[in-house]
């Protein structure tokens, strides 16, 4: 995931790419009818845009409705045509090549799915295979392969789409666009549509299945939070498709360009980016814990105001004021504001835990869910001010560690886009 | 009913042209709308002058096309073939509207995502738009089924043979049983053309049931 810069080849790059619509000479009406973003004639949807989106990452086109963002994302596989410009992919001018076999080596994934009613799920994910002159039970093996691997119960395979949940559907649309293995992949807002429970599911489940496959990625939203979570680089785009900022999304949020881009990132840009920190090695401290069950007089032996409760697997369950325990501990009496921070989690989720955490002791867990210790907000901001320095000495933190004491666990910041899980 | 038992042949032989002259014009009409609901839907100057000009033929009356067709089509006045033709007419008056609506009541972001997808022109027609549109299609076709058989009985004035003969000699001759029956006989008609759309329909759309009925 992280920004690897320099060497890398080009799998799409726009050069001067301008989409005018209403008063352009020819080339204004789509195989759709449909005119994309902004639909007032006579106006510039994308203006003169030259972007470049690397290999084996995802680049995230993010701004407000009318920005032409849409429009960008369907020049790639000509929905719709430039006006001027070129795009090319791998190295190919998009406008000299067979259009279906363009498309056809582009998978394509929309907001609501826009899977084929008709079809079952697994026909639905066959179609670019069979369309290609894939065998049909070579095809259905691997849209099998295919529906498992984006977590979906094979069951499900025989079913129409109208029987799935929105989320379950958005699945089956990713398995389809997946189903040609093909190099690229255009996202048009495929998560905008599902609740955000389940927004945040996909989101990491895409990320995990990206970092599998390495697929070159172009990625709308309209959603900076998805963005920045998903994006190794960010191109934020302004009303009338003009191109105000490409940047990593540490970069975005730490120096955005002017007040536009500023503006749309939103507040919080500085906690936010703690997302992408990369800090040092933190001394926890043990927290002394009761498991679940536990009567009211082993939790008073602690003698602290709120004590931590753990699971039968040492996993950090919640906190229980100490005076509200008449009885044993159950769920019910547990405080549920607290974010659980993880071992590889980031200086924000360590900053959030602590925030959070009613006592004040922010909890962190190891990958397997265990319990691993706490630690103070007070502990984890000189690790943000170490960083600040290190940054402005123009070298990554070299992780001058505290000594770290036997009953003392370190954690480790590092994994930019694991979010804290909270604390049941 | 000893009138329709007296003369069940008779009955039996009068119904079968009756389907014959009703259900081949629907064959044939619904042949003809596809292409012309086809373009209708896709260029967008033409749909409202051809679905226009289409469902104006519907006003033409029977009789007056039974009479006119020999003229045009050089045939004999007595041959059934004018019939064929004048109820397909009426059919495709019916449908092309129909497959139009059909083929534009396609979720637009399927339609995207089928030429994201690389189907091209004819091939998104079979695959995509005319399996999608085949519910709406059918309920258009279920009425034009309904319009035929009731049409198709005017042939008797000019002598094609078909069950409208039962309602013609019943009343010139008031036999109350021949009426009745003539009419009977029509309605089983149109409902049996109906079960064998509705069955048709069926067969081709499982994923309607499975989204609990809804097109």
Known sequence: ?424 | MSWALDHLGDILFRAGQHAWLAGLPLVLGLLIAMPLGWLANRTPWLRASLLTTTGLLYTIPSLALFILLPSILGTKILDPFNVIVAMTIYTVALLTRTVADGLSSVDPSTRQAAIAMGYGGFARFRAVDLPLAVPVIAAGLRVAAVSNVSIVSVATLIGVSQLGDLLVDGYNRVIWGELLTGIVACVLLALVLDLVIQAGTRALTPWVRAQGGRP
């Open chain 1, 1 to 424: 995931m992280s920004a690897r810069a320099g060497t890398l080849t080009c799998m799409i790059r726009f050069e001067g790419v301008t989409k005018r619509y209403g008063d352009a000479p020819g080339g204004s009406r789509e195989p759709d009818g449909s005119r994309g973003d902004g639909g007032d004639t006579a106006s510039v949807a994308v203006d003169n845009l030259t972007l470049e989106a690397p290999t084996g990452q995802i680049t995230v086109l993010v701004g407000p409705s009318g920005c032409g963002k849409t429009t960008t994302l369907r020049m790639v596989n000509r929905m719709i045509t430039p006006t001027s410009g070129t795009i090319s992919v791998d190295g190919r001018d998009t406008a000299t090549m067979d259009v279906a076999e363009l498309r056809r080596g582009i998978g394509y994934v929309i907001q609501h799915a826009g899977l084929f009613p008709h079809r079952t799920v697994v026909d639905n994910v066959m179609t670019v295979p069979r369309l290609l002159g894939v065998g049909k039970r070579e095809a259905r093996t691997r849209a099998m392969e295919l529906i498992e691997r984006v977590g979906l119960d094979p069951a499900m395979a025989r079913r129409y789409p109208a029987q799935l949940s929105g989320g379950q559907q958005q699945r089956v649309g990713v398995a389809r666009a997946l189903a040609s293995d093909p190099p690229v992949m255009l996202m048009d807002e495929p998560f905008s549509a599902v609740d955000p429970v389940v927004r945040e599911q996909l989101q990491n489940e895409f990320l995990r299945l990206q970092s599998e496959l390495g697929k070159t990625i172009l990625f709308v939203t309209h959603d900076i939070d998805e963005a920045v979570k998903l994006g190794d680089q960010v191109a934020v785009l302004r009303v009338g498709g003009v191109l105000a900022q490409l940047a990593s999304p540490a970069k975005l949020l730490a120096d955005p360009v002017d007040d536009f881009v500023a503006g749309f990132v939103g507040r919080d840009r500085g906690y936010r980016a703690l997302s992408f920190a990369d800090a040092p090695e933190l001394s926890l401290a043990d927290e002394p814990t009761v498991r679940l069950g536990s009567t009211s007089d082993d939790v008073r032996a602690i003698g602290a105001p709120w004590v931590l409760a753990v699971g039968d697997e040492g996993e950090p369950m919640g906190w229980v004021r100490s005076a509200a325990v008449d009885r044993e501990v159950t769920r019910d009496l547990l405080h549920r504001g607290g974010t659980v921070a993880s071992t590889s989690g980031s200086l924000r989720a360590l900053l959030d835990a602590a925030l959070s955490s009613p006592s004040g002791r922010g909890v962190v867990a190891g990958d397997d869910g265990r319990l691993v210790g706490t630690i103070t907000a007070a502990e984890v901001v000189p690790a943000i001010e170490a960083r600040r320095a290190a940054d402005t000495a123009g070298r990554v933190p070299a992780g001058g560690r505290p000594s770290a004491e036997a009953d003392e666990a370190t954690v480790r910041a590092g994994e930019p886009t694991t979010e804290e899980a909270t604390a049941r």
